[in-house]
């Protein structure tokens, strides 16, 4: 008998080897788990990062004062056009406010440190495909919410001085998290 469809076995995940009362959840077991892979393959690039590489995100994108310019990357893969807005540019799109698009999604803006100040509020004006809209970054290490609007905005901190730790023998703890 000849067969033109080519099937391909999979291997059965352990969790389905070790435990047969899941047999009848197998399709939405293996789903998921393709699903996983799937996700875990965009977040590193397929393989070429791992995943705490990834999880290190905030050290590469958002908002930073790199000596005498600030830094500031987006993750934006559907995104045709960027623009940072915010109180520097009374909320409208400016060119010298433009992102630019590198690779795999990433969008950058290098600004002169004197282009944004400390407590400044800022956002993103994202284009797409069929659409736009205001997005508050991803990587954000700063949000605060207008009184009178109830409008949330990332603020720039960079005070001009910096809060100092003044504890020298704090030692953070190293026990495992107690989580019952």
């Known amino acids: 008998v000849e067969n033109n469809t080519i099937s391909m076995e999979r291997k059965k995940l352990k969790v ?6 899941l047999d009848s959840y197998e399709n939405a077991i293996n789903g998921r788990y393709d ?31 790199t000596g005498d310019e600030w830094l500031f990357r987006e993750w ?7 623009y940072l807005i915010g109180t520097f540019s009374d909320w409208k799109e400016d060119e010298k406010y433009a992102l630019t ?7 950058e803006i290098k600004l002169p440190v004197n282009a944004l100040h400390h407590q400044d509020l800022y956002k993103l004006k994202i284009y797409w495909a069929g659409g736009e ?34 504890v020298n023998s704090f030692k953070p703890a190293t026990d495992p998290l107690l989580i019952y």
Do not use: C
């Not at 609007?149 to 910096?162: G, L």
């Open 35 to 65: 699903h996983a892979m799937y996700k875990k393959s965009e977040l590193t690039n397929s393989g070429k990062q791992t995943l705490s590489d990834f999880a290190s995100g905030y050290r590469y994108f958002g908002l930073h004062r």
């Open 133 to 166: 809209g205001e997005r508050i970054p991803a990587w954000v290490t700063r949000v605060v919410q207008d009184d009178a609007t109830k409008i949330f905005s990332a603020q720039v901190w960079s005070p001009e001085n910096p809060f100092e730790f003044k």
């Open 101 to 107: 698009h590198l690779d795999n999604g990433n969008w």
């Open 16 to 21: 389905l080897v070790n435990d047969p009362w």
């Open 76 to 82: 934006a893969p559907h995104a045709t056009r960027i």
